[in-house]
C-alpha cells in the first residue's frame, strides 16, 4: 500500500499490525520499518505483494516488543 505517513508518501508492505502499530517492509528505506497508525494520514492501495516469510516472522518479533503491543 502507499501511505501518507508524516508528510511523506511511502510504498509499504504490511506484514504485522495491532491497534497501535503497523510493521512493513519500507520501499524507501529499504528495511522493516514500524509505523504508528495514528500518523498514517492517507493510504492507497497499490495492489498485492509477494509475502516473504522471513519478514513476516520478523515483523511479528518487532510488533511483540512494541511498547503498547497486547496479545
Not at 19 to 34: G, I, K, Q, S
Request: glycine share 2%.
Amino acid at each position: 500500500i502507499k501511505i501518507l505517513y508524516k508528510g511523506q508518501w511511502r510504498m509499504i508492505d504490511p506484514y504485522a499490525l495491532n491497534d497501535t502499530y503497523v510493521v512493513a517492509y519500507c520501499h524507501l528505506r529499504n528495511d522493516l520499518r514500524t509505523f504508528r497508525i495514528d500518523k498514517i494520514e492517507n493510504l492507497v492501495e497499490a495492489g498485492p505483494f509477494n509475502i516473504d516469510t522471513y519478514l513476516q516472522t520478523t515483523a511479528h518479533t518487532n510488533l511483540k516488543s512494541a511498547s503498547n503491543f497486547k496479545y
